[in-house]
């Protein structure tokens, strides 16, 4: 069973980024040292900080679509619906409880949307920082 405070053991804090791409992009984006140099969009303190941030992000800019559900029960869903979020919100605790970084690709419109919630520890930024990013 995992520990749901693995993350404070490990003394982790997350830094939020996202960067808009051209949907035909095959380009991974920013790389985690340089994301980790700017100033980050958000703070995020605990896990359930994380997956809100994450959640209202997937919620403001999912592009809505049906899609066909894989598995016994099948059916149809939509990406961006409440189910969706709320699936994702759960998967994406487990991963932010363990102290880990959340990488998420929204597919949107006319372009796509990467999100970063980059799992930090005080050897990876500068704590004084946070006080001048909030403000």
Request: proline letters at 4%; one cysteine or more.
């Amino acid at each position: 069973m995992q520990d749901p405070d693995e993350w404070r053991a490990k003394g982790v804090h997350w830094h939020a980024y996202s960067e808009s791409r051209d949907s035909s992009s095959t380009s991974p984006g920013s790389r985690r040292l340089d994301r980790l140099r700017r100033a980050p969009q958000a703070v995020l303190l605990t896990p359930e900080e994380v997956t809100d941030w994450i959640a209202e992000m997937v919620r403001e800019h999912a592009h809505r679509r049906h899609v066909r559900l894989i598995g016994p029960r099948g059916g149809t869903g939509q990406i961006g619906d409440d189910g969706h979020i709320e699936h994702d919100v759960h998967q994406n605790l487990d991963v932010a409880c363990r102290g880990d970084s959340l990488y998420i690709d929204i597919a949107r419109e006319s372009d796509r949307l990467h999100l970063w919630a980059e799992a930090v520890t005080p050897d990876d930024c500068a704590a004084d920082r946070h006080d001048e990013d909030a403000g």
